[in-house]
Nanobody, 121 residues
Framework: QLQLVESGGGLVQPGGSLRLSCAAS????????IGWFRQAPGKEREFVAS???????KDYADSVKGRFTISRDNTNSAYLQMNSLKPEDTAVYYC???????????????WGQGTQVTVSS
């Protein structure tokens, strides 16, 4: 069974950091692009970042550029390092996998269940 599981969410103060992890089981991520999306209450799911299967190409939403870093390693996992967090970063964060991916959620085939990130003092 193909599965993605996110972890690392939580409550953090503005200006703080969190590192989200996305672990795959039932398949290898070697030839998949990985994406991170987020969805705040009452809003549509939005693109945050993506990384190509090789790790050589990365893309970020303008709202997180310079603060978030996407990465992947050879343990069938991917990560989202989030620094200088702001209250507007509060959302459920999802990882996704697909052979191509893109900035639209409909382009991604596999999804995790999400992890809550709350930025508040």
């Amino acid at each position: 069974q193909l599965q993605l599981v996110e972890s690392g969410g939580g409550l953090v103060q503005p200006g703080g950091s969190l590192r989200l992890s996305c672990a795959a089981s039932g398949f290898t991520l070697d030839y998949y692009a990985i994406g991170w999306f987020r969805q705040a209450p009452g809003k549509e799911r939005e693109f945050v970042a993506s990384i190509s299967w090789s790790g050589n190409s990365k893309d970020y939403a303008d709202s997180v550029k310079g603060r978030f870093t996407i990465s992947r390693d050879n343990t069938n996992s991917a990560y989202l390092q989030m620094n200088s967090l702001k209250p507007e970063d509060t959302a459920v964060y999802y990882c996704a996998a697909d052979f191509k991916g893109g900035v639209y959620s409909r382009s991604w085939a596999y999804w995790g269940q999400g992890t809550q990130v709350t930025v508040s003092s």
